[in-house]
């Protein structure tokens, strides 16, 4: 069976950091590139970034460009994503997204606030 577990999510203070991590298991993990999108509350779902399979290219979200970081380490089947100077508007349920058999994690919620 086909798992993407995320951790790492939690509540932290505008400015702060988090860092996201992805376990994938069962399928070929180093030949999909890897995503991770997020969705706030009644607002629809949301790409912040993306990596290829070899980690050499990635994309972000021009909301979270120079203050979020996508990387995996195709060894261990994991896809992280750095999280800092963490904004309000960040707040929603992170999820990690497998682009090459279109699979979704369960989310993990992150929540900036003072």
């Known amino acids: 069976q086909v798992q993407l577990v995320e951790s790492g999510g939690g509540s932290v203070q505008p400015g702060g950091s988090l860092r996201l991590s992805c376990a994938a298991s069962?399928?070929?993990?180093?030949?999909?590139?890897m995503s991770w999108y997020r969705q706030a509350p009644e607002k629809e779902r949301e790409l912040v970034a993306q990596?290829?399979?070899?980690?050499?290219?990635?994309y972000y979200a021009d909301s979270v460009k120079g203050r979020f970081t996508i990387s995996r380490d195709n060894a261990k089947n994991t896809v992280s994503l750095q999280m800092n100077r963490l904004k309000s508007e960040d707040t929603a349920v992170y999820y990690c997204y497998s682009v090459a058999i279109r699979y979704w994690g369960q989310g993990t919620q992150v929540t900036v606030s003072s």
């Open positions: 990596v290829s399979s070899g980690g050499g290219n990635t």
């Open positions: 069962v399928f070929t993990f180093s030949r999909s590139a």
